[in-house]
C-alpha cells in the first residue's frame, strides 16, 4: 500500500512512500530487540561518542533537514533550521549528562550495601506527530538510546521523510543498524505494534484522543506510558503586565508553528482595566505578521499542515462566532492555493464556545476578559487541558507564587512564552497526559529502576 504525501503550501503532491504490512513491522520489531541486545552491554561513553555524531550531523545539514520539514508539513524554514539546533543541543545534552543521570544511588538499609540501579528496559515505541517533525522525535530518541534502550518510530503519515531522514542520522552516526527503526505504517497498525512481546512501552506525542487509545492498548498488555497530549494554554494578563512586551510575547508564542503546537499560547485572560488596550495591540501585531511561502524568509506565517485541519479550525472558529465571540481580525480562509488561513483575533470569547472550551489548533487567538487577578486564575484553571501556562505581571514574586502554586499546568512561565528546554522536564497534567520528557525525569521514564540488596 503506498500513500500521498501533500506540500501544504502548493497542494500538490511531492512523492509516495510504500506503507510497510503488519508482517514486515513486527519482523522489524524483532530485529530492533537484536540490537538492542547488543546494544545494552555499551558503554555511555560509547553511546555518548554516537549521540555527539548524531548532533553534529544535524547541524552540519541543518538546511537540508529544514527543507524537508518545509515541503512536507510546511514549516517555515527557518523555524525548521531553528528545530534541527534544537534537536542537536538535546543530543549533546543527553551524550554529556546521562551517565550522572543514571549513576547507581547509594541508600543507607540494615544491608551491607544496598542502592538504587537504573537499567534498561528494551525497545520503547514511539507515535509521534507532525507539528515539530524532527524534535519531538529527537526528544525522546536521545535519552531513550543513551539510557541503554532502543527505538522504534511510528511518525504521523504526512512526514514520513522526515521520519527516514531520523532514522539515517542515526545510521550515520554510528549507532548500531537496526537499534532506531521507523515504521513506515498507518494508524490502524498501532495495536498490533504495541501488542509486540517486545514492545516494552509506548511514549506518544498528539490529540488527547488518540492518547486515550494507545494508553487503553498499552494497559492492556500492562506497558508503561508516557503521553504528552493536546492543551489550550491560558496566558494570564494582569493589570500590571508590561503590556507591550507582553503582547509581543503573546503573538509570538500563539503564531510558532502556524499555531500548530501543543504548547502555543491559545487563550489570552485579560483583566478588564487592559483588554480594550490588549486588543488593539493584539490585532496590531498579528495583522503585521506575514502569511505566505514558507520558503520565504520574509514570511512570518506559512500553511498550516493539511487542509482538512484547516478547514476543521474554520469550523470552530464559526462556531464560536455563531455562538457570540466577536473576530477583530481574520476568521477567514485566504484566496489562495494550499492550507493557508489567517491570524485571527477573536474576543468577548466565553466558556460553552470551541475557543474556550477545545484546542485551536493554528493562528487564532482567544481573549478572554476577567474582572480581577482571581477571575483570571480561575478562567485559567477552567479547563480539562493541563500543559501549560504563563502570567505575566511586573511584580515577579507575585507571578511565581501564581505559576507555582495556583496555575493548573506542567509547565508555568512568568513573563515569557512557554517552551520546551532539554533540561527541563515536559508534560502536562488532566487530559494532557502524564509522565515527563526531557531532564533528569526524562531519561529516568523508561528505565527499570532496581533496588540492588547485598545482607
Partial sequence: MSS???????????????EMSTDEALKAVDKTNEAWKRWRSTTFKERAECMHNAARILKDEKNKWAKLMTEEMGKVTKSGIAEAEKCAWVCEYYANNAEKFLEA????????????????????LAVMPWNFPFWQ?????????????????????????????????????????????TLLIGSDKVNDIIGHEKIRA???????PAGKAVASRAGEMLKKTVLELGGSDPYVILKDADLEATVETC????????GQSC????????????????????????????????????????PMAREDLRDELHKQVQQSINLGAKCLLGGEVPDMQGAYYSATVLTDVRSGTPAYDEELFGPVA???????????????????????????????????????????????????????????????????????ELGIFGIREFVNIKTVYIK
Avoid at 485579560?270 to 520574509?298: C, H, I, T, W, Y
Avoid at 478572554?368 to 480539562?384: K, P, W, Y
Fill in 263 to 302: 504548547i502555543a499560547a491559545k487563550r489570552f485572560i485579560v483583566v478588564k482595566e487592559l483588554k480594550a488596550q490588549f486588543e488593539r495591540m493584539m490585532v496590531e501585531q498579528m495583522r503585521s505578521k506575514v502569511l505566505g511561502d514558507p520558503a520565504n524568509d520574509m514570511t512570518d506565517l506559512g
Fill in 202 to 208: 509506548v511514549t506518544l506525542t498528539g490529540s488527547t
Fill in 366 to 436: 482567544a481573549i478572554i476578559e476577567a474582572q480581577d487577578e482571581q477571575d483570571a486564575i480561575r478562567i485559567a484553571n477552567d479547563t480539562s487541558f493541563g500543559l501549560g501556562a504563563a502570567i505575566f505581571t511586573r511584580d515577579k514574586h507575585k507571578g511565581e507564587q501564581i505559576a507555582a502554586k495556583e496555575l493548573e499546568a506542567g509547565s508555568c512561565f512568568v513573563n515569557s512564552f512557554v517552551k520546551s528546554d532539554p533540561r527541563l522536564p515536559f508534560g502536562g497534567i488532566k487530559e494532557s497526559g502524564y509522565g515527563r
Fill in 251 to 258: 503573538v509570538t508564542s500563539r503564531l510558532i508553528n502556524a
Fill in 4 to 18: 500521498e504525501v501533500i506540500n501544504p503550501a502548493t497542494g500538490k503532491k511531492i512523492r509516495n512512500y510504500n
Fill in 105 to 124: 544511588k547509594v541508600v543507607e538499609t540494615d544491608a551491607s550495601k544496598s542502592y538504587v540501579s537504573y537499567q534498561p528496559i528494551g525497545v520503547v
Fill in 137 to 181: 522525535v529527537l526528544r525522546f530518541a536521545a535519552p531513550t538510546l543513551m539510557a541503554g534502550n532502543a527505538g522504534v518510530l511510528k511518525h504521523a503519515s504526512n512526514v514520513p521523510g522526515c521520519a527516514n531522514a531520523i532514522e539515517e542520522i542515526f545510521r550515520r552516526a554510528g549507532f548500531p543498524e537496526n537499534l532506531f527503526t
